[in-house]
């Protein structure tokens, strides 16, 4: 372990091989760090939080603060981070609400400047979330998604796999896996082709993602018939039960 003699490492917290926490970062009590994280100068990781192995926090960032929810009134709630994920400067990410209850972030994330994760948030891996990106509470958001910059998603929505919220927008429904909406409210623009092709998609894949757009956004289907549309047409590709099972499983609907 390299930790500077200036850091506060609070009595009962783990910190495991190959760490570095670097001049008055600051360690709670309850903090599991995994090994060869890196913490670096000024840095905060508090509350009943638990971080994965190689994650790379950067100075000022505020991990496992007390959630803002005002239904908060006490107890053991926690912040569960895999491994390899990046937080710049001033990201935020709160735990839990309710007793026992966690904010999940999975592996290979990169949190930009400023961004904040709110309580009860379930994030996959592989995510961009760029500098300003806002999450409210008990968001879901997929595998290879990407909320842009200055972008805010309203509480319960869901973000699919492989899904991009354009820069300044607003999310208050769901945006389904694969597609990529903007605006304020954000609607679906079109199908994010460009993240598709960049994670090695097939062509056909592609080709019955871009069928999923048109029977959804450009039929004269309403959303029952579309998505009966989407069964009766179906294909051995995953992409048609993945965007399926988001419809069915929506509570808010989707943009």
Not at 50 to 66: H, K
Not at 76 to 86: A, D, F, K, M, Q
Request: hydrophobic content about 40%; charged content about 15%; proline content about 2%.
């Amino acid at each position: 372990m390299n930790i500077h003699p200036t850091a506060i490492i609070e009595s009962g917290a783990q910190i495991m091989d190959g760490v570095t926490i670097g001049a008055f970062a600051f360690v709670g009590e309850n903090v599991t760090v995994g090994a060869g994280t890196v913490i670096q100068h000024h840095a905060s990781v508090e509350g009943y939080t638990v971080l994965g192995e190689n994650n790379v926090i950067f100075p000022y960032a505020c991990l496992g603060g007390q959630t803002q929810d005002l239904k908060y009134t006490d107890g053991c709630t926690g912040l569960r981070i895999g491994n390899h994920n990046i937080f710049r400067e001033y990201v935020t990410i709160h735990s839990g609400t309710k007793e026992g209850s966690v904010t999940q972030i999975g592996h290979h994330n990169a949190f930009l400047a400023y961004a904040h994760v709110a309580h009860d948030c379930t994030l996959g891996n592989h995510i961009i979330m760029s500098s300003l990106a806002a999450l409210a509470g008990y968001v879901t958001i997929g595998n290879h998604a990407n909320i842009a910059w200055n972008s805010g998603v309203h509480q319960f929505c869901r973000i699919g796999d492989y899904a991009m919220l354009a820069g300044s927008s607003k999310a208050v429904m769901d945006i389904l896996p694969f597609m990529l909406a903007e605006g304020q409210p954000a609607k679906t623009r079109y199908f994010n082709k460009i993240n598709l092709q960049r994670h090695q998609f097939s062509a056909t894949d592609i080709e019955h993602v871009k069928n999923i757009y048109r029977i959804l956004f450009h039929s004269k289907h309403n959303r029952s018939e579309a998505l009966d549309q989407l069964k009766y047409t179906q294909q051995t590709s995953n992409v048609y039960d993945t965007v399926i099972r988001a419809i069915e499983s929506s509570q808010r609907g989707f943009c």
